[in-house]
């Protein structure tokens, strides 16, 4: 126990609290600064006369506490960067200093100014008061009476050892100790008068300075209860010019300025959010976010996004055919403010782990499952647990889905796409069943926020000290109940430009639509052996398969809600519709007979024995729905002055009328104009390592050092299913391996890279190929393999982003050029980079080109507009 006394510099404090010790934490209430400063001036100067290490923390806009001293170290910490990047600066600061070093930090409710809430405020101090207890330091802080909620105040005292009111009344200061931990003297905790050598205490009805206090309304129930920070000062004034519908223009005016101050508040400030949310978004819309938000803070990237884009399709500005008053479901979302994920950090001592794991290179799976175990277990305060039980009482028992909305996310240049978790929740059950399941789903959505490819991704972008606080969006799932099953018929990504034309008439200003059948999970993720239907806007009866091949890559399964079993699941396409009498399914399905495919001519299928392939030809021959979201994204792109990516569900009626649910919006990420590119034809064979006729993606990559190389017939050989995953693992080790570390390398292998069945392609992540400068799937037919054109998943938006250029190679094709012999031949140097790795040095190749080809690099040449690539030893 740490028992050491330190002077605080006033004799007659030390005497009343019986001195200082080492690692109390000193807040003082104040009515002003003047006050904070009587004491910690001489706490400063007597550290600075001991010789110890004494720091000023300089961080808000006031007066400085404490004036340039010899001894003294100053350091600026900027709030307005967020609490986020604020907090795990001064924790830098903490760590740097180390044991006993004496802190003064300027006013805390300085911070409220930045961040809006108290929340904030009280979570910064329960992060930092502990960790400057462990390293022995003192350290002393200010807030000013009668501004922060009653429960603010509250968590602050429950973590500092010392907590002392100060007050000035008619020109005479008191001091009254309310806390001072591991210490105790008859009459400590009453109220003293600042004068002379010894403080006197006040304890006698009659004593005129006794009166004096209590007249001045002291007591900190009465003037705390009430915050008076913007989230809540600002919200109530709201209310009272709606209420009064003032229209004076000095009130107008008022208004216009509070309205922005929300929107702050909500959205955030990034410039070109700001610049959409003044122009589409009223107070009447703001406020609605407001009133059905748990917590406070902000929203969230995604849902800002999605609320965005409705109202820029309803404000009809550019209007063409479609009145999407008429085509837009009612959304009824909740919201999760960004406070709470943080106070859920802190409540659960899970703040540290995440400053720390941030740092670290990369976390590996079983330590992640750690980090989840970690989340699961945590608690949410009661007021916050209330509103969750009034939210699930809202929706009954609707299906829901709680969806991850970080701060960064859906942003300007950085997606985020897949990064973090969505978790549906059928919804089922009693109301302690229910909560159970959506806590569980709220708490893996926060921890979502570490997992390693996020961490990978944020760390590419420069955004490791960004605040990234993770809000949530609570929707209720958009489908229709099919016996025990729930789903919508149509679910599906949505791009207002197509970076994937497979023919030249194509317009790729036009965009592309990814579409399935049930929930839109298989939309966007690489699944089993199904493909979802690619639709180009501009011709939307094209497909890039043709004859058989159509069958094929199609889909069959269906991601749905079951509500009798009460879960997410995957059901063959064929068990689901067995009944064949799912509403309008002549519109999504088409017949295979005598490996002829037809489409179906009257709306009842019930009859046939006919295999039901999805291929949605009637829908889109029959019905608006391309039209309808080729005008949406249209109608968005010019809003947002930037290529969109969207996410929805759809449903037609007996009229064929297109009714969507837009449930998310972000601006996309286009490459840069790629100059034209020549592929040389007079290249040797010798060299020539690979061609493919089947490029998406473009560009020239030269000085290519390091090829990974999967050996596909090795790779099918692999017998134990856990030794493929495990493979992932070894290729996420040589991503991020020293050697290779600022080097170009080219990574290839056997069928989907991604994919989450690792008998269809090597299981990797993103974290695991982020640094690959080309990745290439390779199609062996006789192990089975075949890439998956997966443009629109987030995986191909991952290397989009990247600027990784993506290349299906298939070596059996007789236009195709594979150099097999020189990947089969060339020296493996996996031992020698990862000596732990025996058991994969027959499947995982890695070659040093330069050291084993007498000095060659390997060069990538694709042009997207011939859909031919090439690469070879240059």
């Not at 001489?42 to 340039?68: G, M, N, T």
């Not at 399709?313 to 999407?324: I, R, S």
């Not at 679910?491 to 034309?501: E, I, K, P, T």
């Not at 292998?749 to 992540?765: F, I, K, Q, Y």
Request: hydrophobic residues 40%; negative net charge.
């Amino acid at each position: 126990m740490k028992t050491r006394t330190v002077q605080s510099g006033l004799p007659p404090l030390d005497q009343l609290i019986q001195g200082l010790r080492l690692g109390d934490n000193v807040v003082l209430q104040v009515g002003h600064l003047e006050e904070y400063a009587y004491f910690a001036v001489p706490f400063a100067k007597q550290a600075i006369r001991e010789e110890r290490r004494c720091l000023y923390v300089r961080f808000a806009s006031h007066d400085p506490v404490l004036k340039a001293m010899p001894g003294l170290a100053i350091r600026e910490v900027n709030p307005q960067a967020g609490f986020d990047a604020f907090s795990s600066e001064v924790h830098n600061i903490i760590e740097t200093e180390g044991k006993e070093a004496f802190y003064v930090f300027d006013n805390l409710s300085a911070l409220v100014g930045e961040w809006a809430t108290d929340e904030l405020l009280a979570n910064f101090f329960q992060i930092t008061c502990p960790y400057l207890f462990e390293l022995d330091t003192v350290a002393y802080f200010a807030l000013i009476r009668g501004q922060h909620s009653y429960g603010a105040v509250a968590r602050i005292r429950d973590t500092t050892q010392v907590l002392i009111d100060i007050y000035s009344i008619k020109g005479q200061m008191y001091v009254h100790p309310l806390k001072v931990w591991d210490r105790y003297a008859p009459q400590m905790f009453l109220p003293h008068v600042m004068q002379g050598p010894v403080w006197p205490p006040l304890f006698q009805n009659d004593d005129p300075n006794l009166a004096a206090l209590e007249a001045s309304s002291r007591m900190p129930l009465q003037n705390m209860v009430k915050s008076t920070a913007p989230w809540e000062s600002l919200y109530e004034k709201l209310k009272e010019h709606m209420l009064e519908g003032r229209d004076s223009a000095e009130e107008t005016s008022e208004l216009a300025a509070l309205k922005h101050e929300l929107s702050r508040m909500l959205i955030g400030s990034h410039p070109e959010f700001n610049r959409l949310v003044d122009a589409y978004l009223d107070l009447e819309d703001l406020m609605a976010i407001r009133e059905r938000m748990i917590g406070s803070g902000r929203i969230g990237g995604k849902a800002a996004g999605m609320l965005l884009a409705r109202r820029i399709l309803l404000a009809g500005e550019g209007a063409g055919t479609v009145d999407f008053s008429q085509v837009l479901e009612p959304h009824d979302s909740f919201y999760i403010g960004s406070d709470v994920f943080f106070t859920f950090l802190v409540n659960n001592d899970l703040f540290r782990l995440r400053l720390q794991l941030s740092r670290s290179v990369q976390l590996g799976l079983s330590e992640f499952e750690e980090v989840e175990r970690r989340f699961l277990a945590g608690r949410f305060p009661e007021e916050i647990m209330e509103q969750f039980r009034h939210m699930l009482d809202y929706f009954g028992e609707a299906p829901i889905i709680v969806r991850s909305s970080s701060l960064l996310e859906d942003s300007f240049g950085n997606a985020f796409a897949g990064k973090y978790r969505s978790e549906y929740c059928a919804n089922q059950g009693s109301l302690e069943q229910r909560l159970e399941a959506f806590l569980r789903a709220v708490k893996l959505v926060y921890a979502s926020a570490i997992n390693p490819d996020a961490m990978a991704y944020r760390r590419e972008r420069g955004l490791g000290e960004n605040d990234e606080l993770m809000a949530i969006l609570v929707q209720r799932v958009s489908g229709l109940p099919y016996g025990d099953y729930f789903f919508p018929p149509l679910a599906g990504v949505a791009f207002s430009r197509n970076l994937y034309a497979w023919t030249d008439r194509i317009d790729t200003a036009k965009g592309m639509i990814r579409l399935v059948f049930g929930l839109g999970t298989r939309a966007v993720n690489r699944e089993g052996n199904d493909y979802p239907r690619m639709i180009a806007v501009s011709h939307p009866q094209l497909r890039p398969e043709f004859g058989r091949k159509i069958v094929k890559y199609s889909q069959w399964e269906i991601d749905l809600l079951d509500l009798a079993a009460n879960q997410f699941v995957t059901k063959p396409l064929k068990e689901v519709l067995k009944g064949r009498d799912y509403p309008h399914l002549h519109l999504f399905a088409s017949l295979l007979a005598d490996d002829y495919l037809h489409d179906p001519v009257s709306a009842r299928l019930e009859t046939t024995s006919q295999t039901l392939v999805l291929t949605f030809n009637n829908l889109l021959k029959k019905t608006p729905f391309v039209s309808v979201l080729d005008e949406m994204l249209t109608r968005l792109e010019k809003a947002y002055g930037h290529p969109l990516d969207t996410e929805f569900t759809a449903f037609v009626n007996g009229s064929g009328d297109i009714r969507v649910n837009l449930l998310q919006c972000r601006p996309m990420r286009v490459p840069g104009t790629v100059q034209p590119v020549k592929i040389p034809e007079n290249i040797p064979a010798s060299r020539i390592l690979f061609r493919s006729g089947r490029t998406i993606s473009g560009g020239v990559i030269s000085g290519i050092r390091y090829i990974l190389y999967i050996d596909p017939r090795q790779y099918a050989a692999m017998e134990s299913p856990d030794l493929k995953k495990s493979l992932g693992r070894i290729v996420g080790m040589l991503n991020v391996h020293p050697r290779l570390s600022g080097e170009k390398i080219l990574m290839m292998g056997p069928g989907r890279w991604g994919s989450s069945n690792a008998d269809l392609g090597v299981n990797t992540s993103y974290a695991d190929i982020n640094n690959a400068a080309a990745l290439v799937e390779l199609a062996l037919e006789e192990a089975g393999h075949v890439p998956e054109v997966s443009y629109g998943t987030h995986f191909f938006l991952d290397l989009v982003e990247s600027q990784i250029i993506y290349l299906p190679v298939y070596p059996d094709d007789p236009e195709a050029e594979f150099n097999s012999a020189f990947f089969e031949n060339l020296p493996n140097l996996l031992l020698d980079l990862l000596p732990e790795a025996g058991k994969f040095q027959k499947v995982a190749r890695i070659f040093d080109l330069p050291v084993q080809t007498s000095g060659c690099h390997a060069k990538v040449i694709a042009d997207p507009q011939s859909q031919r690539a090439i690469c070879y030893l240059d």
